[in-house]
């Protein structure tokens, strides 16, 4: 017993310790300097997302230092401070108490993923630091009961875009009248796209006449395509993800339904060629944020190969557009005020960024052009581009 | 296409559909009818035996008919292995504890797996062609028929197996009573061990046929259909071997006609509730029968 009391002491001794050393340290040094903005990049640097978070940071230090040889923000430097959120939610949280209260700084673009994001909204909020998310679609990033979050931004458009987007495309552009639906109902991503293509299809002339579900993991879908396929509608649309969707489709072909499929983001995988088969997937399209043809986004492209020696990927194009959302904010509204610079981002308009001409809507959502890709013979080309109305 | 029509299509999905889960449900059940154990790993051993058939055929690069021998054989190892090191030790645990036990090696198969595999889906290469027949308006699709085919194969062989060899003869005296078989001389011990080997390799050759008619595996493929192919073996008689196939195939067949006339999303709903039936309606299920011979 004796032995034990003395190791907690011990032990609580060395805590407070560290603790003390670790407060001291952060009172010390880091005052930055008056002549450069100090801003934070928070990403997955490590962990199993550190492949999106790793793409988008590289994306926003090439925009950092273009902005930086390009002399700067009204003649200071901005200085970036990267921190790790070890692809979890808690420790984003950390990362982000780490970069606000010890590094100062006084813009914080990341994470990467949506979880990520919302874990750490509230710090961010408290210490009224603006955080731009690049890629985190889900519609509760910035915006929580009804209220939007006043410091929190993203350069990504969010998911039910995507819905507006290709029933747009649908109604317009394939001329279709009739479209029928087959949405995962374990999933909001698949849910909320479908009850936003159904409306703006709707509005523009069309109908949806048929709509039916499945189950993330399902494997068989022939007995619900076989009842889609009696609506014998122009389109089909499939807002979900690549596993099931190379089935789908795959099966879809298989039973004979010829008609044109129509999905989003979740397609945006090379795997769905391998599971569908390249013939099945003739005559489907999907949207997604950038595609590497795009002559609007050649400039990035070109810059990011050059600096990093091989091709952006859709984070890292995101990470990119965050990074020219910022500084265009930052050049109208400078680091010293938080209210004007949070502002300012809210004010962007028609700004040109890596990947379209973008402009933040009340909610804090960038209004920008989705790509849609044409699948033909196993390859992808660039179909349209198509900005919603706003 | 009218009434008819449909009806006809959604019958031959509901058979293909139906003879996947009838392949997994025949080892589930034969396992249950000789140690009266709900093995809940078994939906995992199948996935096993599909990433096995999936390296035998990418890496090794070996033709089906091989691949599908190398699955068997070795996921047949491994259910032994997996009998001798966690269920046999409760041999005479209280039912529960050993069913527990199943729940825990279904998780540590699949988790473990995730580990090695990753949880990424793969794709599964296509060796065999896929013809499509159009009969009049009808798709049917040849994988899908060699499925069927397959399943009512291994079921006859099985049958014969369990009816009318000596091996079959000791399995059906260990599930009438383990010890008073062991005293007539039947190594008990031996003939369960057999029992998860034959079983497991069932559900490795179901894993493989999936792969390939599906084209994705993953390591969590197996908890769904062996749910389903749990409901199927019920639905038929526990026990049954050809009460487990007709059970899989009426259970696709009513999955079929749900999603096709009512809708999609009551279809597991559907599955479930059959179970939930039977349970209460007649818990021998289809093919029971008051005695209580099993196998």
């Known amino acids: 017993?004796?032995?034990?009391?003395?190791?907690?002491?011990?032990?609580?001794?060395?805590?407070?310790?560290?603790?003390?050393?670790?407060?001291?340290?952060?009172?010390?040094?880091?005052?930055?300097?008056?002549?450069?903005?100090?801003?934070?990049?928070?990403?997955?640097?490590?962990?199993?997302?550190?492949n999106y978070g790793n793409a988008c940071n590289e994306g926003l230090k090439l925009a950092i230092k273009e902005a930086n040889d390009a002399g700067g923000i009204n003649g200071k430097k901005i200085k970036l401070v990267e921190a790790d959120t070890k692809s979890e939610a808690a420790e984003s949280v950390n990362s982000a108490t780490k970069l606000i209260s010890d590094d100062k700084v006084k813009v914080i673009v990341g994470?990467?993923?949506?979880?990520?994001?919302?874990?750490?909204?509230?710090?961010?909020?408290d210490n009224k630091v603006p955080v731009i998310a690049p890629a985190a679609t889900n519609p509760d990033v910035t915006v929580e009961n009804g209220?939007?979050?006043?410091?929190?931004?993203?350069?990504?458009?969010?998911?039910?875009?995507?819905?507006?987007?290709?029933?747009?495309?649908?109604?317009?552009?394939?001329?279709?009248?009739?479209?029928?639906?087959?949405?995962?109902?374990?999933?909001?991503?698949?849910?909320?796209?479908?009850?936003?293509?159904?409306e703006t299809f709707e509005a523009a002339g069309g109908k949806v006449v048929m709509e039916e579900a499945f189950l993330a993991k399902d494997q068989d879908f022939k007995a619900a395509l076989t009842k889609l396929k009696t609506a014998n509608a122009d389109v089909m649309f499939v807002p979900a993800y690549y596993e099931e969707v190379g089935k789908i489709v795959k099966q879809a072909r298989e039973l004979g339904i010829t008609a044109t499929i129509l999905g989003t983001d979740g397609w945006d995988d090379p795997k769905v060629i391998d599971i569908a088969g390249a013939d099945a997937l003739n005559n489907?399209?999907?949207?997604?944020?950038?595609?590497?043809?795009?002559?609007?986004?050649?400039?990035?492209?070109?810059?990011?190969?050059?600096?990093?020696?091989?091709?952006?990927?859709?984070?890292?194009?995101?990470?990119?557009?965050?990074?020219?959302?910022?500084?265009?904010?930052?050049?109208?509204?400078?680091?010293?005020?938080?209210?004007?610079?949070?502002?300012?981002?809210e004010g962007i308009k028609d700004l040109?960024?890596?990947?379209?001409?973008?402009?933040?809507?009340?909610?804090?959502?960038?209004?920008k052009g989705a790509v849609i890709l044409e699948t033909r013979n196993g390859e992808r080309m660039m179909k349209t581009k198509i900005a919603p109305e706003q | 296409m009218d009434f008819t029509h449909l009806l006809v299509q959604q019958l031959i999905n509901g058979v293909s559909l139906g003879s996947i889960y009838a392949l997994i449900a025949l080892g589930y059940t034969m396992i249950y009818g000789i140690i009266k154990l709900i093995n809940f790993a078994h939906g995992d051993i199948y996935?096993?035996?599909?990433?096995?058939?999936?390296?035998?055929?990418?890496?090794?690069?070996?033709?089906?008919?091989?691949?599908?021998?190398?699955?068997?054989?070795?996921?047949?190892?491994?259910?032994?292995?997996v009998e001798k090191l966690a269920y046999k030790p409760l041999r005479h645990a209280p039912r529960i504890s050993i069913l527990i036990t199943a729940i825990g090696v279904s998780f540590f198969l699949e988790y473990t797996s995730m580990y090695f595999v990753t949880p990424t889906p793969r794709t599964f290469p296509a060796v065999i062609d896929n013809i499509s027949f159009n009969l009049g308006s009808f798709v049917i699709n040849g994988q899908q028929l060699m499925i069927l085919g397959i399943t009512v194969l291994l079921m006859a062989i099985l049958t014969f197996i369990v009816q009318k060899t000596k091996t079959g003869k000791a399995m059906r005296a260990a599930s009438f009573d383990t010890e008073t078989a062991q005293l007539m001389g039947i190594d008990s011990d031996r003939i369960i061990s057999l029992t998860f080997c034959i079983g497991s390799a069932l559900a490795a050759a179901a894993g493989v046929l999936v792969g390939i008619y599906y084209n994705t595996i993953d390591p969590l493929m197996g908890i769904m259909p062996g749910l389903k192919a749990f409901v199927a073996a019920?639905?038929?008689?526990?026990?049954?071997?050809?009460?487990?196939?007709?059970?899989?195939?009426?259970?696709g067949i009513i999955e079929a006609l749900v999603s096709g006339f009512l809708s999609s999303t009551f279809r597991d709903a559907a599955a479930f509730a059959i179970l939930i039936l039977v349970l209460l309606v007649k818990p021998s299920g289809l093919f029971g029968k008051n005695t209580r011979e099993k196998v």
């Open chain 2, 47 to 81: 996935m096993v035996g599909a990433y096995i058939g999936f390296f035998a055929i990418t890496q090794a690069g070996m033709s089906i008919v091989p691949a599908l021998l190398v699955s068997m054989v070795v996921t047949g190892l491994l259910g032994m292995v």
């Open chain 2, 234 to 251: 019920v639905l038929g008689g526990i026990g049954i071997l050809p009460g487990a196939v007709a059970g899989g195939i009426i259970l």
């Open chain 1, 1 to 50: 017993m004796n032995f034990k009391k003395k190791a907690w002491k011990l032990a609580s001794l060395a805590i407070g310790t560290m603790l003390m050393g670790s407060m001291l340290a952060g009172c010390g040094d880091q005052a930055a300097s008056s002549d450069e903005i100090v801003i934070g990049s928070n990403f997955e640097l490590t962990g199993n997302q550190a």
């Open chain 1, 147 to 198: 209220t939007v979050k006043p410091f929190i931004f993203r350069s990504c458009f969010i998911d039910p875009q995507q819905g507006t987007v290709m029933a747009t495309f649908a109604a317009k552009d394939l001329n279709a009248k009739t479209a029928v639906m087959y949405i995962d109902s374990s999933s909001d991503y698949s849910k909320s796209l479908g009850k936003v293509f159904k």
């Open chain 1, 352 to 367: 040109q960024v890596g990947t379209a001409k973008v402009t933040v809507d009340k909610n804090h959502n960038p209004i």
């Open chain 1, 111 to 125: 994470p990467a993923v949506t979880a990520n994001v919302i874990a750490e909204s509230q710090v961010a909020t």
């Open chain 1, 284 to 345: 489907t399209y999907f949207s997604t944020h950038y595609f590497e043809q795009d002559e609007e986004a050649k400039p990035f492209i070109e810059a990011y190969k050059k600096e990093y020696n091989k091709n952006p990927n859709v984070f890292a194009a995101l990470g990119y557009d965050a990074g020219k959302m910022l500084i265009d904010a930052l050049k109208r509204a400078g680091a010293d005020d938080p209210e004007a610079l949070r502002k300012a981002i």
